[in-house]
């Protein structure tokens, strides 16, 4: 609405809403605050979990940052920009969401005081900038070598606090040395690596290999079950009689005409088994049906055979055997099928049996069958081994780590206090006021763990003389030596949470104005009582 002449005049919408100025910055901090509080209790190994139920009565308990804010689907437009960062973070890095989202919530909590103090939030924004660029360049300075032992404390450190499994430490070393295995020319292909769950058993028994699966039992009882030296071939072509188009029908007449049809549809399926036979198949993987007919003649060939089997297990097979998929069964030749040293079917569990393909022609393929007695106990698992996949991933770009238990945090938040002393101007505060979001990090680990938070930021604050790699261990409760420890962060997810964190603080400060076409209900919720809507 703008005046002119004392007479309004209406350029929204009916039924439009606009909220400007300071209370649409204090609304949208308030909503990354709030999403940060939520968030700041499941931070490191000490850190809760979140019930979460939706709107069928589905339970879901969890403390990856990205699961709980897409499950309670925040309804705010600034906790929607939040939600998009931990959704970057987590599809970018796989770890990291969780502190990410923390840390937001920490610059702009900071944010607000200095707003409070009369500071303009474009300088606001630009020493937040100038913090960032140097918080990035101490982690440089503070990077860790990181070859395959680094690599192993990576990933455990990755999967620890998301589940009370006894043998983190085996599960990180035989999952970093699988991957350093698949690893081609220093990339790992994340699409070549395929997590199956099963529920019944204990997460000792979770199987990392490098093979391929189908979670399919072969065809036939009287198929072969085990093949060695094995030929594959891969389908995406129906092996049954044919469907007619167009509603198009056959008038049969007789008893003659009807077996002679029986007949034709027969011997079409012995025609197309006759071809896998002539072009040297023993094993066959098939997307789309198989007729039972088609079963027999395929157990009378000897090949072992898997229908309906999903595109995408197809398609790493195709990549791991050297197969190529087949739309039409008349097209395949020899050429076109794929190797594998050992194809069987196995027992995985009781009743249930998977199709197992080892020794490819083509490495790079990893196949994990995660175990645990509940399927909350196997979704737990499933997102630490996700989150080290990635942290170990994203670490062998430049094979650089750095200490964890905040020490990187406390580094850099020192590093910034001194850097901000060579301002004579407010934007100093604004440097002072980013070190102490940077501080938080590690005072949200100690206070997860019962720890007195002051005792261990005062003692943190001075062992970092000593040296940069003391930081927080929740296991010992004490401030120690992170990589004596073993406790060690990928440095490129960390640049990229601080990178990403201060971009969407910075997005959140530069908003002045909120226009909404649709009622918006106030954060916080509209009565005393009610639950907050953004969560």
Do not use: W
Not at 42 to 64: A, C, H, Y
Not at 256 to 267: I, M, N, V
């Amino acid at each position: 609405m703008v005046q002119n002449n004392q007479q309004p005049l209406i350029v929204l919408a009916d039924g439009s809403t606009r909220t400007s100025g300071s209370q649409a910055t204090k609304n949208n901090i308030m909503a990354a605050k709030l999403l940060s509080n939520v968030l700041k209790t499941t931070l490191g190994p000490r850190g809760m979990d979140k019930m979460l139920i939706n709107s069928i009565g589905d339970v879901k308990i969890t403390n990856d940052g990205y699961t709980v804010l897409k499950e309670t689907e925040p309804d705010h437009p600034a906790a929607k920009m939040i939600v998009d960062l931990a959704k970057m973070q987590e599809e970018e890095y796989g770890d990291g969401t969780t502190t990410a989202v923390v840390l937001v919530g920490e610059i702009l909590k900071e944010a607000e005081k200095l707003i409070e103090q009369g500071i303009p939030t474009s300088t606001i924004v630009k020493g937040f900038e100038d913090s960032k660029n140097k918080t990035l360049e101490v982690l440089d300075e503070i990077a860790i070598p990181a070859q395959e032992e680094e690599l192993i404390n990576v990933a455990r450190t990755s999967m620890s606090g998301k589940g009370s499994f006894t043998n983190l430490d085996k599960m990180a070393k035989e999952l970093v040395e699988a991957l350093l295995n698949v690893e081609e020319d220093g990339q790992i292909d994340q699409d070549m690596i395929k997590i199956r769950k099963i529920h019944g058993e204990g997460t000792e028994d979770t199987e990392i290999s490098e093979c391929v699966t189908v979670d399919k039992n072969v065809l036939e009882s009287e198929m072969p079950k085990d093949v060695k030296d094995a030929k594959i071939a891969l389908l995406q072509y129906p092996m049954d009689a044919r469907e007619l188009q167009n509603d198009a029908k056959i008038k049969l007449t007789t008893p003659g005409e009807y077996q002679a049809y029986l007949d034709k549809e027969a011997q079409m399926l012995q025609d197309e088994v006759q071809k896998l036979v002539d072009a040297g198949v023993t094993v066959l993987f098939n997307n789309k049906k198989i007729s039972d007919l088609c079963q027999h003649y395929l157990t009378k060939a000897g090949i072992l055979t898997a229908k309906r089997v999903k595109a995408g297990d197809l398609e790493r097979l195709s990549k791991a055997t050297g197969a190529n998929i087949v739309n039409d069964i008349k097209e395949l030749t020899s050429d076109d099928l794929g190797e594998a040293g050992h194809v069987y079917e196995r027992e995985v569990f009781e009743d249930r049996e998977y199709i197992f393909i080892e020794d490819c022609k083509y490495a790079g393929v990893l196949n994990i069958i995660i175990r645990g007695s509940t399927k909350h106990i196997t979704d737990q698992l499933e997102q630490a081994i996700n989150d080290a996949i990635g942290a170990v991933i994203k670490t062998r770009q430049d094979d650089k780590a750095l200490p964890g238990g905040g020490a990187a945090d406390i580094a850099a938040s020192k590093a910034l206090r001194k850097y901000a002393n060579k301002f004579t101007d407010k934007e100093q505060l604004v440097i002072k006021a980013y070190a102490d979001a940077l501080e938080q990090l590690p005072v949200a680990l100690a206070k997860n763990a019962g720890m007195d938070t002051i005792d261990v930021l005062t003692k943190l604050l001075a062992k970092q003389n000593e040296s940069t790699n003391m930081g927080v261990n929740v296991i010992k409760r004490d401030v120690s030596d992170m990589k004596a420890d073993k406790i060690l962060d990928s440095q490129n997810s960390k640049k990229a949470i601080v990178e990403s964190a201060t971009e969407i603080a910075g997005e959140i400060l530069r908003i002045d104005d909120v226009v909404s076409t649709k009622p918006m209900t106030p954060v916080g919720g509209d009565m005393p009582g009610t639950p907050n809507p953004y969560m």
